[in-house]
């Protein structure tokens, strides 16, 4: 086993001339804002640092400080999380600064074990916010981090039974010795450089010690068991429109795209919806036809949704009437993409 310092010396180094410039981290000998590495923790969760990013800036513009979002209705927070998914994670976030406004002050906990207190923080984003925003000693474990130390160490055991090896692996490299920059020195190394695939073992500062490397297959690392088949639901939007205005229900607090405005929809289940049983789901007695349909992947689904439109008559329904731009910018994107579908059908 390689010794510690020699890895924490190489990699830091490496980190101070390569780290990323991210809009969330601080510069160099600047100290992190809380809110920021907090905010941009969460968006990462289950998204890519570009896609993250513009989401992260317009957050920060439009609510800068835990306070005003704290302060921010409620509706607001999630048509601007829309598309950045798992929307549980946008009322989490309310819930986490007003929190953070009621019973801390307006101030982050600068440890792990008062972070962990707050509304929708897991282990690891409280041991991000620790490390990263107070230098505290925290094991920072992501998806990057994972693929390091079992690279690193040939970790045999598969995923995701290789969890909480990987993760004794990596507190093992942990000090009190910047613990917010040696956090970020591997996730950085895990994006640029020890990458899912095609991993760049010759510009990588602990490339020597490597035993992945060693073997001449360090992208085989981690190993995987066989995935289970995704499962496949289908359902039935209906597109109800007037003028230049769509009808949209606001979907329950709880569940899949809790909050957020949408399309109404029949359940989404296992087998294709024949017209007849549709019917019975349909929001208003309208002439409906058939516009097409869209496909989406969920992460533990995939989703067949056939659309039919109508044109409305009256002022009909419960619905919250929305202008058709409006409508695709705040909507998620499985019904950004039902609404694109048929307004390219010409309603």
């Not at 440890?111 to 984003?125: F, H, K």
């Not at 970020?184 to 760049?200: N, V």
């Not at 709880?254 to 919806?273: D, E, F, N, S, V």
Request: aromatic fraction near 8%; charge should be positive; proline fraction near 7%.
């Amino acid at each position: 086993m390689p010794p510690v310092s020699r890895l924490r010396s190489r990699l830091l180094a490496w980190y101070d001339v390569h780290r990323r410039d991210l809009p969330w981290r601080a510069p160099p000998g600047r100290v992190a804002d809380p809110y920021r590495v907090w905010l941009s923790e969460v968006m990462l969760q289950q998204t890519t640092v570009p896609h993250a990013t513009r989401y992260f800036l317009e957050f920060t513009s439009r609510w800068p400080t835990v306070v005003a979002l704290a302060s921010a209705a409620d509706a607001d927070v999630m048509a601007a999380w829309a598309g950045l998914g798992y929307y549980a994670r946008a009322r989490n976030l309310l819930a986490c600064a007003r929190a953070v406004v009621a019973d801390h002050g307006g101030a982050f906990p600068d440890d792990e074990a008062g972070l962990r207190v707050l509304p929708g923080l897991g282990a690891y984003t409280a041991a991000a916010v620790a490390a990263i925003a107070f230098d505290r000693r925290a094991n920072v474990v992501d998806g990057n981090v994972e693929r390091v130390m079992a690279r690193l160490y040939a970790v045999e055991t598969p995923m995701p039974a290789a969890k909480g090896e990987l993760r004794d692996r990596a507190d093992r490299l942990v000090t009190d010795e910047r613990p917010g920059d040696w956090a970020q020195a591997l996730m950085d190394l895990g994006a640029m450089i020890c990458r899912p695939r095609s991993p760049a073992c010759l510009a990588c500062p602990l490339s020597g010690d490597c035993a992945a490397r060693a073997s001449g297959a360090p992208e085989t690392w981690p190993r995987k068991t066989a995935k289970a088949a995704r499962p496949h639901r289908h359902g039935v939007a209906f597109v109800l429109w007037r003028g230049d205005e769509v009808a949209l229900v606001q979907r329950p607090a709880k569940g899949l795209l809790g909050g957020m405005l949408g399309l109404p929809t029949t359940p989404w289940r296992a087998a294709p919806w024949t017209r007849i049983e549709a019917s019975a789901h349909a929001p208003a007695a309208a002439t409906w036809q058939s516009a097409g349909g869209v496909t989406h992947v969920f992460t533990h689904f995939s989703l067949d949704l056939d659309l039919f439109v109508a044109k409305a008559s009256g002022a009909i329904g419960d619905f919250v009437w929305t202008p058709r731009s409006t409508a695709l910018a705040d909507t998620p994107s499985l019904f950004r993409k039902a609404l694109e579908r048929a307004f390219a059908g010409g309603i």
